[in-house]
Nanobody
Framework: HVQLVESGGDSVQSGESLKLACAAS????????MGWFRQPPGKEREGVAA????????NYATSVKGRFTVSQENAGNTLYLQMNSLKPEDTGMYFC??????????????????????WGQGTQVTVSS
């Protein structure tokens, strides 16, 4: 059973930056394929950024390309999301996730969470104009 703990969420002004972190433990399979999702108020959860550290591939939602950067450290045990030039529409609960290796290729392509994805509890990001 994988445990994921997010941190770094805060309330900021438009144009500021935040860096989210996600600590993974309880390894039962590879952490190579991980990503960030967010759930804006009153909306469904959406994929934001994904990384496959086995080959260095990343993918981003169109709305965050050029502003957000996903990365991993500590042999994949820590996932980061550097968020620059934040906008009010970036407000939401941010979740990190670990995707099973056999689903990784499709997840990288679509940013849609496949079956058997493991989730953290989330960290709140609020951006004021």
């Amino acid at each position: 059973h994988v445990q994921l703990v997010e941190s770094g969420g805060d309330s900021v002004q438009s144009g500021e930056s935040l860096k989210l972190a996600c600590a993974a433990s309880g390894r039962t399979y590879s952490y190579d394929c991980m990503g960030w999702f967010r759930q804006p108020p009153g909306k469904e959860r959406e994929g934001v950024a994904a990384i496959d550290s086995s080959n260095g591939r990343t993918n981003y939602a169109t709305s965050v390309k050029g502003r957000f950067t996903v990365s991993q450290e500590n042999a994949g045990n820590t996932l980061y999301l550097q968020m620059n030039s934040l906008k009010p529409e970036d407000t939401g609960m941010y979740f990190c996730a670990v995707v099973r290796p056999r689903y990784c290729s499709e997840y990288l392509r679509s940013l849609q969470a496949p079956d058997f994805t493991d989730w953290g509890q989330g960290t709140q990001v609020t951006v004021s104009s």
